[in-house]
């Protein structure tokens, strides 16, 4: 990872830390998570991110599908309580101008139910010219952000012209990064002048601090207290006393006046509906065998009988696991977009073309590619929980597609040819389309 | 001390010859103790409040969404008069100077309005009027003018710590109030903070984080804030004390004269 691209993305967080730590910005932070959970919480796919070249004030929408899994770990907060559904992308180089679940608008935060399809799409509109890897995320509370698959989007012309208006409930046209800016620096001068002037009075004739040190030394505290401290002091101070009070009272009841309708934070959280997937409901019945993942060859092997109770031939087409894409290309049609793109093409292979309708077929899938090294999931070997999860595509000769989940517990394998393991090379691998299938988009 | 730890002093002391040979020149000398104040006021003391506020206060004072009518009145206050109230110990048993409060809300004030502006606005690109930082020069000064007119950390706690929680809600309200201006977006109602929280994406900070008001059963009449305010007052009394005392320990007359 080289470049402006990378610099841009990663160098805002440790300068942050500078100073007063503003808990802002991410970048490709998303590896740094556990590989078993990450595949195991939010499935991503369909994801569209467009247009990937906008000027500033143009609009970019993110949108696409999620699972919520099934196999969602318990030692996991639970995405019942509250998720949020959000951006990836360093800062607000971005604006977001709606959010929509399922067609429901999201200002605030939601929940989602584990084992649920959900469609989204978020619309953005460019504030910052640069070159933004942009990711749609959910946070789930006590549990953190679950990253979705990003691609990067350029922002050309100059942030100066950026304009974000809004219309107030009374009808009144702001600028929104502008108001009440000047009430706030307003009376924040007010302030500090009446600070400056309580400092300055008894710094007014130096020196002050060695004349008062030397004095409470060698006078005592009390006898000290008398004669530094005169009537003058006592009057000043109280004049100062009212001074506070009247000015509190006053811009308080100024700001009344000048705003004179407002109403407190608002919060709770709106549930979005559950509409189901087509293409989940079919009667696809999957048993898993054995899973496992070899770990220098970077493949995971999937022993099962998928049952297809459907009336037409399937083939499997796609395998997703959390934010990774694993595509069969015989059957679909992919390509990685940029080096951080999330997508394995032509990484699934299966020693099954099709499987005939109503019947259960043993299969083998093999999934192998160096993503498993790129986005370090082939961690999921040396941590505590050695399971996954992810959604098997099937696609039939018309093209439509269903969708299953799968979760198993893995065995790891730590050499090239493992005992026992003879069947990985007899594999029967699928070389030609299934006739009449389409490529998926 | 650094005489003592020189090695050559006890081999050849130098000779008993002070610096300052007449009074006018060490009441020249005494004047630049007071100059190297104020710098000091700026950077350090403001600083370390900035510092002590990132640590305690945080997303209350750093965004216009989380400062509710609960917990924003409340805490803030309660955690901005711990550092005031330990410099007031040194300051007054000292000094007889009642500005360490004034000091620090000062210093505050302005290492803070660099902070926002530099880190949140230019760096990280958030608006100046979301991330505006508290005022509380006001309540600092009551504090200090308190302490003068009663000359007792007591009587000073009971009224300025009290006052000095009261005031933090209405002092800064001009500062929150054109945020909590309605706005309409689609079919909901909510104030302008609560929008500019969902536009200005804070990848790291969902909306569910802001520990804000919520509904309750137990309210009075609806009246949050002054009832808050006035809980804060209480509270600030406390407050005032506890650190007064942590002043009292730290600021022994040992370490102070073998400063100076
Ligand atoms: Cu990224």
Known sequence: MSGPRLVRCLLAAPLLLLLALPPATF?????????????????????????????????????????????????????EEWVFLNIGVPGPTFIRLDTTINGMRQLQSTALRRGEFYDYEVKLKARVPGIWHVHPLVNVWEAGPVIGPAHFVEITGDAAHFVNEAVLLNGERVEVEQYGLRTMSGVHLVWLLVGLLWIGYWFRRLPVMMRRYVAVQELGEAE?????????????????????????????????????????????????????????????????????????????????????????????????AGYVRFTNGEVVEARREDDYDMVAPDSLSVNRRTLAPGASTRLTLQLEDAIWEEQRLVDIVAEPDLRIAGLLFFYDPAGNRYVREIGTRITPEFSITPAGSEQLDNLQLVRSPLPGMRPDA | MALELNPQADAAPPPARPALHTAREQWEAWKNVDLMFFPLIAILIGGAAVFLGALTIGDWSYWQDWRDRRWWPLLTPLLLLTLPAVLTYAFWKYFKLPVAATAVAVGYLLSQMISRYVNFHLFTGFPMNWVMPE??????????????????????????????????????????????????????????????????????????????????LRTFGGHVAPVTAFVAGFFAILVYYVFVWIGSKSARPAFMTKLL
């Open chain 1, 224 to 320: 000290a207290e008398r004669r530094l401290i005169g009537w003058q002091d006592i009057i000043v101070s109280g004049l100062f006393l009212a001074l506070v009070l009247g000015l509190t009272a006053g811009i308080a009841l100024w700001a009344n006046a000048r705003y004179p309708i407002t109403m407190p934070l608002q919060t709770g959280r709106v549930e979005a509906p559950v509409l189901p997937l087509p293409g989940a409901l079919a009667p696809i019945d999957i048993e898993i065998h054995q899973a496992r993942f070899n770990l220098p060859r970077r493949t995971l092997t999937l022993d099962l009988t998928v049952a297809n109770g459907t009336e037409t031939p399937l083939a499997v087409g796609q395998f997703v």
């Open chain 1, 27 to 79: 970048a490709h932070g998303e590896i740094a998570q556990m590989a078993g959970i990450r595949m195991r919480t939010i499935h991503w796919f369909d994801t569209q991110i467009e247009p990937r070249q906008v000027a500033v004030n143009e609009v970019v929408t993110v949108r696409g599908r999620f699972k919520v899994s099934e196999h969602w770990p318990d030692y996991v907060a639970k995405p």
């Open chain 2, 135 to 216: 005022v509380w020069i006001g309540a600092a000064v009551f504090l200090d003018a308190t302490l003068l007119i009663t000359r007792s950390f007591a009587i000073t706690g009971l009224v300025g710590g009290f006052f000095f929680g009261l005031l933090f809600y209405p002092m800064n309200w001009p500062t929150v109030a054109p945020m909590h201006m309605p706005v309409q977006v689609g079919e909901s109602v909510i104030t302008l903070a609560d929008y500019m929280g969902f536009q200005y994406i804070r990848t790291a900070m969902p909306e569910y984080v802001r520990i804000i008001e919520y509904g309750t």
